[in-house]
């Protein structure tokens, strides 16, 4: 009997080892192998070239390839740092019984519902320097005197791509944070204030050290997420100005599309791939830590 619930249980199984050999692990094998090549469109008819690891020994002489991770990596952390802390912010105010709780919640997870693309191209039309709403509003609060081209000059760029990112997914942390938060036991903040803890206090010691795995999770979500940031950063500004604001996922597929650059386009992503994986280790290796401590 236990053998025909084994054997079924490796029936029910195989369609999914299938499916992850298939569409996961095949992929990343021809990628890795590809990127080992010297292999373009325009010489495809020609064959291709075995070039071992000159592809990713040219990384460090591409310039390009260094602007991009430079501006992912800086994009990454102050993105993610301020979705975390507002996200913190609207999960604590959507986590108390104040009326219209239900219409908040609502509101809050109306960004997160709008495609990317959508919202890509929406902050482009209110960044505009001739009618966007952002540059009326700052000149009608006597914050700026001339409208400013924010998708023109890079710094700008730079702040308005993070804007809109933040805008778009801090809903997505507050969700999480919140699932935490309601985990929380009441009973806890009402034995601290008895002891005489302060609200501030309350949330160092009691709150944050409970939903700290779920926020470290919450984070690594993200980070994965922005570290592979390419539907904002195209409708937004394509890259620009100058590729001032391309991403590593934007100037991978601009290699391999665009520039029909094939072997050295599968270098950039099994680099994005690696470096994605080294993320991902780092944060559940400070998982588990916490966890043990718990």
């Given at each position: 009997m236990q053998k025909q619930k084994a054997k079924m249980g490796y029936i029910f199984i195989i369609p999914s080892i299938v499916l992850v050999l298939v569409f996961i692990v095949y992929p990343v094998i021809n990628t890795i192998n590809m990127s080992l090549y010297d292999l373009r469109i325009q010489t495809l008819a020609e064959g291709k070239k075995f070039v071992g690891f000159d592809?990713?020994?040219?990384?460090?002489?591409?310039?390009?390839?260094?602007?991009?991770?430079?501006?992912?990596?800086?994009?990454?952390?102050?993105?993610?740092?301020?979705?975390?802390?507002?996200?913190?912010?609207?999960?604590?105010?959507?986590?108390?019984?104040?009326?219209?709780?239900?219409?908040?919640?609502?509101?809050?997870?109306?960004?997160?519902?709008?495609?990317?693309?959508?919202?890509?191209?929406?902050?482009?039309?209110?960044?505009?320097?001739?009618?966007?709403?952002?540059?009326?509003?700052?000149?009608?609060?006597?914050?700026?005197?001339?409208?400013?081209?924010?998708?023109?000059?890079?710094?700008?760029?730079?702040i308005a791509v993070i804007i809109a990112d933040v805008w778009k997914t801090t809903p997505y942390m507050s969700l999480l944070i919140l699932s935490g938060l309601q985990t929380v036991p009441e009973s806890l903040y009402e034995a601290a204030s008895l002891d005489g803890a302060n609200k501030i206090q309350r949330f160092f010691r009691i709150t944050l050290p409970i939903i700290k795995p779920?926020?470290?999770?919450?984070?690594?979500?993200?980070?994965?997420?922005?570290?592979?940031?390419?539907?904002?950063?195209?409708?937004?500004?394509?890259?620009?100005?100058?590729?001032?604001?391309?991403?590593?996922?934007?100037?991978?597929?601009?290699?391999?599309?665009?520039?029909?650059?094939?072997?050295y386009g599968a270098t950039l992503a099994v680099v994005t791939f690696i470096i994605s994986l080294l993320i991902s280790f780092l944060f559940m290796d400070a998982l588990k830590t916490k966890m043990e401590k718990v």
């Open positions: 592809n990713y020994i040219k990384l460090f002489s591409d310039k390009t390839f260094i602007e991009s991770l430079k501006f992912t990596l800086m994009f990454t952390v102050v993105a993610v740092t301020l979705e975390t802390l507002i996200g913190m912010i609207f999960a604590l105010i959507m986590n108390k019984a104040i009326p219209g709780q239900g219409i908040i919640r609502t509101a809050v997870l109306v960004p997160w519902a709008i495609p990317t693309i959508v919202s890509g191209l929406m902050w482009q039309f209110m960044y505009s320097d001739q009618y966007g709403i952002i540059n009326l509003i700052l000149s009608k609060l006597h914050l700026i005197q001339d409208y400013i081209p924010w998708l023109i000059e890079k710094n700008t760029a730079i779920v926020v470290v999770v919450a984070i690594l979500f993200r980070v994965l997420a922005t570290f592979r940031i390419y539907d904002l950063v195209v409708a937004l500004t394509s890259g620009g100005p100058a590729d001032g604001t391309q991403s590593l996922s934007l100037y991978t597929i601009k290699t391999y599309f665009n520039f029909g650059n094939l072997g």
